[in-house]
């Protein structure tokens, strides 16, 4: 996953999301189109990932948030640094395994985090911030290279046989960074583990979503590990037509059910600091950015960028709704995590459906917003 590291200021963690209904004017530097939100759901404050590649957890994090708010849970916030410290021996244990032949970084994509909270739980923000709270993940980088040294150093002083307690020193360099994460703790009066608490207040079993993408290069109506490099565990992606993938995104978001989305952002036409997104196939359309029509996406544009890896998985998101501009365009609703003080939305951007439609990787939601027939077909 590229670094966008330009945005990843450290403001506040703040924010309300957009209310329903709301009518939003957009401080653009050009013609300042209207937005009128046509459905937005629940979701928490936009939080800042720091100077780390992080996003997979932050947006994945929020979805999950978002599904406990409709739980009637008074506001959720969980540790997303509870999730990077296991799923850090998590790729470790798959990287020795394979003798190095694998990914060992700070990436990861949606269903990972998922598969952390079946496996090893969820603990409450205010439990297990990490040293330095805010500003914990900001040594991400740093703290992988020791990791990945280390993990390198012990491959190559051990060519036949891994000693057992290699996880001991691998811990000591993740406690340094991040501190030691509790195997129980106190919670409202009550003691949990991170697994109980996940059982009682956690909705994210990774049986209960579905990842959903759109390419020419597999057979649609079929799954597949989506060939991206932060896919380390070769989580699988129903493949659908490009116009059935988008339907189906934004009837999830009309039935009330947030994405997590990964997309490419390192391209002209994803503009935070004027908190829109359209898709720019030349440099002239940047002169009216606000106001002009973009062109028709197709499923052979976006294979071809994918293709030649113009489209990366740069960064995740959350869309939590929809709106429509002046003119009837619709966009989807999208909460960053780069906190609150780029662009005029407050740590939201809105994303025209052109601009989905080319820059996708692709999408996780929770199967209850997927047509029960698109279900079946995907055999889950």
Same mark, same amino acid.
Not at 280 to 309: G, H, S, Y
């Given at each position: 996953?590229?670094?966008?590291?330009?945005?990843?200021?450290?403001?506040?963690?703040?924010?309300?999301?957009?209310?329903?209904? $709301?009518?939003?004017?957009?401080?653009?530097?050009?013609?300042?189109?209207?937005?009128?939100?046509?459905? /937005?759901? $629940?979701?928490?404050?936009?939080?800042?990932?720091?100077?780390?590649?992080?996003?997979?957890?932050?947006?994945?994090?929020?979805?999950?948030?978002? %599904?406990?708010?409709?739980?009637?849970?008074?506001?959720?916030? #969980?540790?997303?640094?509870?999730? *990077?410290?296991? #799923?850090?021996?998590?790729?470790?244990?798959?990287?020795?395994?394979?003798?190095?032949?694998?990914?060992?970084?700070?990436?990861?994509?949606? $269903?990972?985090?998922?598969?952390?909270?079946?496996?090893?739980?969820?603990?409450?923000?205010?439990?297990?911030?990490?040293?330095?709270?805010?500003?914990?993940?900001?040594?991400?980088?740093?703290?992988?290279?020791?990791?990945?040294?280390?993990?390198?150093?012990?491959?190559?002083?051990?060519?036949?046989?891994?000693?057992?307690?290699?996880?001991?020193?691998?811990?000591?360099?993740?406690?340094?960074? #991040?501190?030691?994460?509790?195997?129980? &703790?106190?919670?409202?009066?009550?003691?949990?583990?991170?697994?109980?608490?996940?059982?009682? &207040?956690?909705?994210?079993? #990774?049986?209960?979503?579905?990842?959903?993408?759109?390419?020419?290069?597999?057979?649609?109506?079929?799954?597949?590990?989506?060939?991206?490099?932060? /896919?380390?565990?070769? /989580?699988?992606?129903?493949?659908?037509?490009?116009?059935?993938?988008?339907?189906?995104?934004?009837?999830?978001?009309?039935?009330?059910?947030?994405?997590?989305?990964?997309?490419?952002?390192?391209?002209?036409? &994803?503009?935070?600091?004027?908190?829109?997104?359209?898709?720019?196939?030349?440099?002239? %359309?940047?002169?009216?950015?606000?106001?002009?029509?973009?062109?028709?996406?197709?499923?052979?544009?976006?294979?071809?960028?994918?293709?030649?890896?113009?489209?990366?998985?740069?960064?995740?998101?959350?869309?939590?709704?929809?709106?429509?501009?002046?003119?009837?365009? %619709?966009? &989807?609703? *999208?909460?960053?995590?780069?906190?609150?003080?780029?662009?005029?939305?407050?740590?939201?951007?809105?994303?025209?459906?052109?601009?989905?439609?080319?820059?996708?990787?692709?999408?996780?939601?929770?199967?209850?917003?997927?047509?029960?027939?698109?279900?079946?077909?995907?055999?889950?």
């Amino acid at each position: 996953m590229k670094q966008i590291a330009s945005f990843l200021v450290l403001s506040a963690i703040a924010a309300k999301a957009f209310s329903q209904e $709301q009518t939003i004017k957009v401080n653009l530097d050009v013609t300042k189109p209207q937005f009128t939100v046509v459905k /937005n759901n $629940q979701a928490t404050p936009v939080k800042n990932q720091g100077n780390s590649g992080t996003c997979w957890c932050f947006a994945t994090t929020s979805l999950v948030e978002s %599904e406990m708010l409709s739980r009637k849970e008074k506001d959720p916030d #969980l540790s997303e640094v509870y999730t *990077v410290y296991n #799923l850090y021996i998590d790729k470790a244990e798959k990287y020795i395994r394979r003798r190095g032949n694998t990914r060992f970084t700070e990436g990861g994509i949606q $269903q990972d985090v998922l598969f952390s909270t079946d496996n090893f739980g969820s603990v409450p923000q205010e439990v297990y911030p990490g040293i330095g709270r805010d500003t914990v993940l900001n040594h991400d980088g740093e703290m992988e290279t020791k990791l990945k040294a280390y993990l390198d150093n012990l491959l190559k002083s051990n060519p036949d046989t891994i000693p057992t307690n290699w996880k001991v020193n691998f811990k000591s360099i993740l406690n340094g960074y #991040l501190g030691e994460p509790p195997a129980t &703790f106190n919670y409202n009066g009550k003691t949990y583990t991170p697994k109980s608490y996940a059982e009682q &207040f956690v909705p994210s079993k #990774l049986s209960s979503y579905i990842g959903l993408t759109s390419f020419k290069h597999h057979p649609y109506n079929t799954s597949f590990a989506i060939e991206v490099p932060d /896919n380390y565990n070769s /989580n699988m992606f129903y493949n659908l037509p490009l116009n059935e993938f988008i339907k189906s995104v934004k009837t999830a978001v009309m039935q009330g059910y947030t994405v997590a989305w990964d997309a490419d952002v390192s391209n002209k036409g &994803f503009q935070m600091k004027k908190g829109l997104a359209k898709w720019v196939d030349n440099d002239d %359309e940047l002169k009216d950015f606000a106001a002009f029509t973009e062109k028709v996406p197709t499923a052979e544009i976006r294979q071809d960028l994918f293709d030649r890896q113009v489209t990366q998985d740069d960064h995740l998101m959350q869309i939590t709704g929809i709106a429509k501009d002046s003119k009837g365009n %619709e966009y &989807f609703v *999208v909460k960053n995590s780069w906190g609150t003080g780029i662009g005029p939305l407050a740590g939201y951007i809105y994303v025209s459906m052109p601009y989905f439609a080319i820059n996708t990787i692709s999408v996780v939601v929770n199967k209850k917003a997927i047509s029960p027939t698109l279900i079946a077909k995907a055999g889950e």
